[in-house]
């Protein structure tokens, strides 16, 4: 892969959440006439057209290289108008969303739909998420919808829908929607009768759900669409280890992205080299033969680790693996979007162990990442030695600097550590740094590492008295995970007790990117 082109285009998906459009019908169509070919199949396109021109900002759709895979149908109503005891064509205007008003309160759930074959990467956990955000931006209420028990048909013989619902609330029994929602938030108000009178599954019955906002704020309406205030951050301080194969290392590295997952993370940092194990399964006791095998492994674990990030929603900066190119040896850094994209940061300066052991070659670009939870850079390493790196991001507002690091003294740690704090300090930005710890005794020359994770943010009353953010005990295997602010960063720009941004003297000297 040429070190100018990052984004990589032959992924398994590329995942892109959008508004539905009109032409988009026919794949809605065969999505509704599969999951729902029991009960009449897809609506008409007179439906459809009515739902997308009348509120077009409440149709939503995840997109996969051109095909849509999931929806969601959603409406604005006064909800006082119909109350509690309705029924899925009256609140829903015959799915015409006849009802619909934009001085309404509440956010009504019409219809969400995921393609089988997609179930496993939680999609249907995205268009909840959306709608969320849909309703805290609009400030609404609530969000309310009427929920199917399909599951409900294997035990109407021996208990009522109340018993029923109960018993999925206490997990002894599964419903593949009502679970769902009870996992994303959503509480059961009531029980709805002849809500789907033609859904047998459910014997007509419903559950009348609801999420509340409760960030309403009722005539303070919020615009669609802004930037996110925070980024909930996850590192991995990864601890070296045997593995007989790459599927054992693999599940290791998804047991953490499910942890960080679960606790809402928007992404994962992964320290440098964390696949070192495998070199132990080099043919060859020499260490640049052991490297140059590593290489071998990168194309799987990175097809695994973007399809982690598309399952398990959350972007995962996969922290180095070793490449071969030309018959050159890189050090990169693949970042994995949740949307499916991966794109990629070579590391611009191997250490002289590195170009004397294992005769290790330099990128040659550098640039900021667009995420959805910022803008971001990543230097490997010993990259973040060298300030005029950090500074080049900073131009191009870097909120969030990554830094996967492999050291193995405390010594060699320090210097990472302390120039990251430099970094965040005169960039005014926060600096994530993530390492490996234990030991491989059966590799040569890399049997030891010393590790503690950090993350550090500039330094002024806004932020942490000592500028550090949070940090990990050292030399010890685990997570950490922060909440940061990205508002005091724009803040800080033009009302901090010093402003390096905007007092650098930029009549006098700046730092300039000369490589191609």
Request: glycine share 6%; net charge negative.
């Amino acid at each position: 892969m040429s070190q100018d082109q990052t984004v990589i285009e032959d992924t398994e998906h590329h995942l892109e959440l959008r508004k539905l459009r009109l032409d988009d019908y026919e794949h809605v169509k065969e999505l509704m006439d599969q999951v729902y070919a029991s009960v009449g199949g897809a609506w008409p396109y007179k439906n459809f057209k009515a739902q997308v021109t009348t509120f077009p900002d409440g149709q939503i759709c995840i997109e996969d290289k051109g095909k849509v895979v999931a929806f969601a149908i959603s409406v604005i109503v006064d909800y006082e108008q119909f109350g509690d005891k309705h029924s899925y064509d009256e609140i829903t205007g015959d799915a015409y969303l006849t009802t619909h008003d934009p001085n309404g309160d509440v956010l009504y759930g019409v219809e969400v739909i995921v393609c089988p074959d997609y179930r496993g990467l939680r999609l249907g956990r995205r268009l909840y998420e959306a709608r969320k955000e849909l309703c805290r931006n609009l400030n609404l209420k609530s969000i309310m919808a009427g929920g199917r028990i399909p599951n409900y048909a294997s035990y109407a013989h021996e208990m009522t829908p109340y018993e029923y619902i109960e018993q999925v609330k206490s997990k002894d029994i599964y419903d593949p929607i009502l679970t769902f929602q009870l996992s994303n938030g959503f509480e059961v108000k009531q029980v709805l009768h002849a809500y789907l009178p033609e859904d047998e599954d459910s014997h007509g019955y419903a559950t009348l759900l609801q999420w509340h906002n409760i960030y309403y704020e009722p005539g303070n309406p919020k615009l669609f669409g802004g930037l996110k205030p925070s980024a909930r951050i996850g590192c991995i301080q990864w601890q070296m280890r045997y593995f007989e194969n790459v599927a054992e290392m693999l599940q290791q590295a998804e047991y953490f992205v499910d942890a960080l997952s679960d606790y809402k993370c928007d992404v994962a940092l992964f320290p440098e080299f964390f696949n070192a194990p495998l070199m132990g399964l080099s043919p060859s006791e020499s260490s640049i033969d052991a490297i140059w095998h590593l290489a071998t492994y990168t194309d799987e674990i990175l097809t695994a680790m973007s399809h982690l990030a598309v399952s398990y929603n959350i972007t995962i900066i996969a922290g180095s693996m070793p490449v071969v190119e030309d018959d050159e040896l890189y050090n990169v850094s693949y970042i994995c979007k949740r949307d499916g994209t991966i794109e990629s940061q070579y590391k611009l300066h191997p250490t002289p162990h590195e170009k004397s052991d294992w005769i290790m070659k330099g990128g040659n670009s550098l640039r900021v990442f667009d995420t959805d939870f910022g803008k971001i850079g990543v230097l490997i390493c010993y990259d973040v030695e060298f300030p005029e790196l950090g500074r080049i991001l900073s131009e191009q507002e870097m909120q969030i600097l990554f830094v996967p690091f492999w050291t193995d003294t405390k010594n060699g740690y320090l210097r990472v550590r302390r120039c990251a704090q430099a970094r965040a300090i005169e960039n005014e930005c926060y600096v994530v740094i993530a390492g490996s710890v234990g030991n491989l005794p059966k590799v040569d020359n890399v049997d030891i590492q010393y590790g503690q994770t950090a993350v550090f943010s500039p330094s002024d009353f806004a932020f942490p008295h000592d500028a550090i953010v949070s940090e990990t005990t050292p030399n010890t295997e685990m997570t950490l995970i922060v909440d940061l602010d990205l508002e005091k960063l724009r803040r800080l720009q033009n009302e901090g007790s010093v402003r390096n941004y905007l007092d650098r003297r930029r009549d006098l000297y700046r730092v300039e990117w000369i490589g191609n």
